[in-house]
């Protein structure tokens, strides 16, 4: 699976940097780091007012740092 979180200026001050953070955290503690790519990118050109995009496969995905946690269960451990 590969999981791309925007850093490009605007998804940056969205908190992207405190979203791949989390999201390390949270793929090494499910002992998935052989199936899950985190990647960062810079600006995807769908830039979302309600988030950081990230692109699960070819899915896109507005994600807050707060929804970290949800979006990890049903984005990712919901797909594996």
């Not at 699976?1 to 503690?29: F, P, W």
Request: proline fraction near 1%; charge should be negative; charged fraction near 20%.
């Amino acid at each position: 699976m590969r999981v791309t979180i925007c850093i490009g200026s605007a998804c940056h001050l969205k908190g992207s940097r405190e979203i791949i953070q989390q999201l390390q955290n949270l793929v090494s503690q499910h002992g998935l780091t052989g199936q899950v790519d985190l990647n960062g990118a810079f600006c995807s050109g769908n830039c979302m007012e309600n988030g950081v995009c990230v692109t699960v496969d070819d899915d896109l995905i507005a994600v807050k740092p707060e929804g970290v946690q949800e979006f990890f269960e049903k984005e990712i451990l919901g797909r594996l």
